[in-house]
């Protein structure tokens, strides 16, 4: 099937169960820590630069559960900054293809489903996106995976 390279954060419960999805749909995955890649701007921005700014952002993080962070009063650059500094901050997964490069945020079902194939039954839940834990339920945008596109000033 397809060969993708998957940002996640070692040890998240949510992010096995995608990798798992994944897997069993067959492809291959190549599994790197968000938390300890070196992101440059441009590398992250390819990532984000499709989504509005307020969908950057782990909404299960601490700093963004606790109202410390609020996503949606950020612009782009202030928002980039903060991401390179805390990774922690970073919507997960990052997903990327490693046939064509065309990028994954997040992991709603359809979205990843149309974007790179999943087996029927991993399609019946909506969203494999946020926490894992049944006692707590974080909100998630959709996901969103587009085609690589130069990133504009960035």
Do not use: Y
Request: aromatic residues 6%; proline residues 8%; contains cysteine.
């Amino acid at each position: 099937m397809t060969a993708l390279l998957f940002f996640e954060k070692p040890g998240c419960g949510g992010n096995a169960r995608q990798k798992a999805v994944l897997l069993a749909a067959g492809h291959t995955l190549q599994v790197r820590s968000l938390l300890a890649e070196p992101w440059t701007r441009e590398r992250l921005l390819a990532f984000l630069a499709p989504l509005p700014v307020a969908q950057w952002f782990n909404r299960a993080a601490p700093r963004v559960k606790s109202g410390e962070v609020q996503p949606e009063a950020l612009d782009a650059d202030a928002a980039l900054a903060l991401l390179l500094a805390e990774p922690l901050l970073i919507r997960r997964p990052l997903m990327q293809r490693l046939d064509d490069e065309s990028r994954c945020v997040g992991f709603d079902t359809a979205e990843v489903d149309a974007w790179v194939g999943l087996t029927p039954a991993s399609t019946a839940r909506a969203s494999l996106e946020g926490c894992a834990s049944p006692l707590e339920h974080c909100a998630a945008p959709a996901a969103q995976c587009v085609p690589s596109t130069p990133v504009a000033g960035a």
